[in-house]
């Protein structure tokens, strides 16, 4: 499509956006004495070459062009374009704003005196309702004085005032530690030992003297012997050739190592191959080492990497910044996430492999390849936030991981890092790692706490409370006090202090809270000057949003035009993702988001406002303060960031508590919910062939994080491994191996057991003997419950529900095989992510066909319940739990019918994101029972009927579309174009020149379309690599037989 007919077929959605703009603006201009009539060419300049003009993109990216500037500050350099992987719109979108931004003059702190003139009441009553709905009480009392006044109650008798003062400074600046420490494994152990023995506690972390202890202990000649075999040097940086350091140049504007990157790199740990942590404070640059370390493992040692991240998004982000590295050094890139990534692996015998994965992909990718025996392939496992491991469900699924990493012993080197973790000297033992730590910040981050209109700075180096909260300023933004009473915590003013000329993320404590501030502040903030930063960019962004996610929500509406968003997972991948490349080129300069942006997605910010310290419903621990501040004062974003933590005064204590408490610790989740991720750990080693005794499993399990905190956590482990086991066997998820069990067994007993027993006699008769050293195996549930990678227990539940269904299952439509697909993660009543509403789902049975009304009658369902479910307007009584279940299955099956995602959303009244959120959960439900039911003869012919909904689910599109769906970064909408354009498959993508691929795709920059077809090119050196083997193999038993031939002759 050329870009004139594109601009055609956009106007009329610019005009209806233009209208919607409009409208905001005139009601605010009324009030204002400034207030000028806007021309329609606001919204739809007859020049802008913003959008599709590619000029000069290349020294955008390059940085030769001095006069770009990103738009967040006057100080960030082109550094920022590179470092940062845009998803679409905006790559090409900064140079006509660059000169706007790089002119601004408005300076931090001067606020316009537009506060007093807004009126507040203009607004309907639903429209107060809806934006002010969780405002805080605003008529409580709160200062300095009252802050300060509720901080000497933090003291304990017992420490004096410069002890608990030097304690604050250890925590509250670095979140862990000043200075550098670097402490071996063998060093802390022993250390351990001895304090274990004095008092029962694991030894803190000590600096160590670099020179003399580390460096010295490494000059040995052993040890110089060891690295030489280690790491073949390819190259004079890092053992790399120099053509990484040209490409770190290239991709991310790197131009050299930080002082502790290098120190950190010549580390006796890395030298030796040795597990390591090294933990640094946000934004210290922790990344670029694992870059570095994980390239020398694929092109020094030419091994496999396994490089596992805490969110699907973050994964992405990933895979395309390491693409251009995969061409340009010629290996190969993986994507394993939910979808994505094939178990096991195909073998490459010519390319080394980077495989990027989410935890739990990671975790199953691992599985398969110790299933194959083909574990050794991976040389190095880089986990980045490794503080996950404490948290519930995925800490679990984590920790089983590197347990299972470690107990292979297959030379697998594991590199951990976080900014975050409050016992490195546990995890240390865990890992049996070296830990390195060192208290860095690229760029200052001053931290301020507002109480009332006081605002008090941090400084961790202060003796007393007030050197320690040093009160700075006062605010007034000179509300009025309509507006007063509307923002209290003066948030539009401390955002306007930073916006729009640069950018600011408010984290709020809930979903709903982020909507509702956004529209605060859209209300409030001076509409000049929000609105006219960046307009063609912000329409250009509803427009994309209106036309590729097919919707833009009623909030985003309102806010977008003065460059303020939200963000949670209510919102689809893609509105996320538009809403993300808009902050990072500054198109968007406020978000408003919950927590989970903090630890989920790479974005800088100049000022951070927390807008309450609480996370939810639970107060917010040092852990999440930390992260979330750490989003502002990143590298490239001018000489400080700024963080402010609004607290109110009820809150005053809980604050100063949080900010002395000492870093959270990552606890074991293993014994959680009745010790179930033990338990699917056991399951899962036994399945592996990891373990098939006691003794090895008493071994695999006291390797755990949780046999490192038994202790603390008041956990007998060996005693744990035996409830187990007993459970495991009575419900026939284990048998020996060597020999059939008793039928009539009802439990099993240990030698010690027996030495107790008073009758032997008998209780063998009953009983099952499990020496320390007896066999035993998974049978065909327990083998299934361990590739579904499920519980036993649920592993039961989901058999019942398929043996029922094989009786009577209904196959003239999709609904009863997604009913089965919607039980995989159903709970007790049947509602999680979200309940089923009564009115729409009696809508929807009054509507739907003979064919729906089958499976509503064959779960009990009649007219009389559903006169009932018309009067009473609730699904509560004893069909929730199927009713539940039946309002998704009829989701689904919407979709299955591929009616569009929003309509999808707004017929069944829920948001898009979680709508999305159900459908990767379905697919990923339909691919585990085809896992389950390949392990259980009798579900034979239920593997077909799964795979093909699980196809169905996964991609919802047309078959032809599909070679183009492999790709990163293309979803229906972009297929749909690409195809239309002629690019019909990967090779067709491979060809293309950047520009033109860009072209042929709305709102795709040449930055996203390069970054394609490097992934393109990735697919296809993959398939090179099989078809060689391929080939490989037909020649070698051609060769085979013509040597048995003349053998024979
Ligand atoms: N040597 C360097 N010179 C300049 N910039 C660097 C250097 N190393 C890293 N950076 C930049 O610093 C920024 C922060 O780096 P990174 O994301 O690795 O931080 P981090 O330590 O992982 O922080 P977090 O704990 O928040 O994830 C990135 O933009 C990165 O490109
Ligand atoms: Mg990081």
Known sequence: MSRKQTNEKLTPLYNK????????????????????????????????????????????????????????????????????????????????????????????????????????????????????????????????QMFLDAMPLLKSPNVSLSQSMSFLSKSILDGIVHGTQYETYEALKSRTIMASQCNNELAELDPLDWQTQAFAEFESTKQQQQLNDSFPSKGSFYGLPDKVKRLIFEHKGIDSLYEWQQECLNLPAIKQRKNLIYALPTSGGKTLVAEILMLREILCRERNVLFILPYVSIVQEKVSAMSPFAIAMDFIVDEYTAGKGKCPPQPQRKRRCLFIASIEKGAVLMDSLIDAERPHEIGLVVVDELHLIGERGRGATLEAFLTKVMFLNANIQIVGMSATIGNLNEISMFLNADVYTRGFRPVELKEYIKCGKDILQINSAGQTMEEIFVPTRSVNFNYSPAVERADPDHLAGLVSECAPENCCLVFCSSRKNCENVALLLSRIVSKQKFFEHRQSEKVDLMNALDNICGVLSPVLAKTLPYGIAYHHSGLTTDERKFIETAYRFGVITVICCTSTLAAGVNLPAKRVIIRAPYVGQEFMTLCKYKQMVGRAGRAGLGDAGESILITQNKDNLKVGEMLFSPMDKALSSLEQQEATGLQTLILSVIGLNLADCRRDLNRLVNSTLLAVQAGALEVAVDDLVLRILRDMFKNKVLKLKDSAPKSNC????????????????????????????????????????????????????????????????????????????????????????????????????????????????????????????????????????????????????????????????????????????????????????????????????????????????????????????????????????????????????????????????????????????????????????????????????????????????
């Not at 429209?127 to 969780?134: A, L, P, Q, R, T």
């Open 746 to 1049: 009802s439990d099993i007993m240990t030698t010690q057991d027996i030495n107790q027993s008073s009758s032997h006699a008998a209780s063998l008769n009953r009983r099952l003997l499990i020496s320390q050293s007896t066999r035993f195996q998974l049978t065909s549930i327990g083998c299934a419950a361990f590739k579904a990678g499920i519980d036993y227990k649920r592993a039961f539940a989901i058999h019942n529900e398929l043996q029922q269904a094989q009786q009577r299952l209904i196959l003239s439509s999709y609904m009863h095989l997604l009913y089965l697909v919607v039980c995989f993660n159903s709970n007790e009543r049947g509602d999680e992510l979200f309940p089923a509403d009564a009115t729409i789902l009696f809508r929807e049975y009054t509507t739907h066909t003979a064919k729906t009304h089958a499976l509503f009658a064959q779960l009990g369902f009649t007219e009389a319940h559903a006169a009932r479910l018309a009067k009473t307007q609730s699904v509560q009584g004893p069909l929730s739990l199927q009713l539940n279940r039946l309002y998704k299955v009829l989701i689904l099956t919407d979709v299955l019918d591929l009616l569009p995602l929003p309509e999808v959303a707004n017929k069944y009244n829920i948001e898009r994101g979680t709508l999305q959120h159900l459908i990767s959960q379905s697919t990923a439900a339909a691919s585990a029972i085809v896992r389950l039911c390949e392990q259980i003869d009798e579900f034979w012919c239920y593997k077909p009927l799964f795979e093909r909904i699980n196809h169905k689910i996964d991609r919802c599109g047309t078959l032809e579309l599909e070679p183009l769906l492999e790709l990163p970064a293309v979803k229906i909408n972009r297929a749909k174009q690409l195809y239309a354009q002629g690019f019909r498959t990967i090779e067709d993508v491979a060809k293309a020149r950047p520009i033109t691929l860009a072209k042929s795709v709305e709102f795709m920059s040449v930055k996203v379309a390069t970054e394609m077809i490097s992934a393109a090119k990735i697919i296809l050196m993959k398939k090179l690599d099989h078809l060689e083997e391929a080939t490989e193999l037909l020649k070698n038993c051609l060769s085979n037989q013509e040597t048995s031939q003349n053998t024979a002759t």
């Open 17 to 144: 956006h233009a209208k919607r703009i409009r409208s905001e603006q005139v009601q605010s201009t009324k009030k204002t004495t400034d207030a000028r009539p806007l021309s329609e060419s606001i919204f739809w300049p007859e020049n802008d070459a913003s959008f599709f003009s590619h000029v000069n993109l290349e020294e955008v990216f390059s940085g030769q062009d001095g006069v770009v500037s990103a738009p967040f500050s006057s100080q960030t350099n082109c550094k920022l374009f590179q470092n940062d992987s845009d998803d679409s719109l905006f790559g090409d979108m900064s140079l006509h704003s660059a000169t706007q931004t790089r002119n601004a003059t408005v300076p931090n702190n001067v606020i316009e005196n537009s506060f007093n003139e807004i009126n507040i009441t203009d607004l309907t009553a639903a429209e107060v309702k809806d934006i002010f709905y969780d405002a805080d009480d605003f008529t409580e009392v709160q200062n300095t």
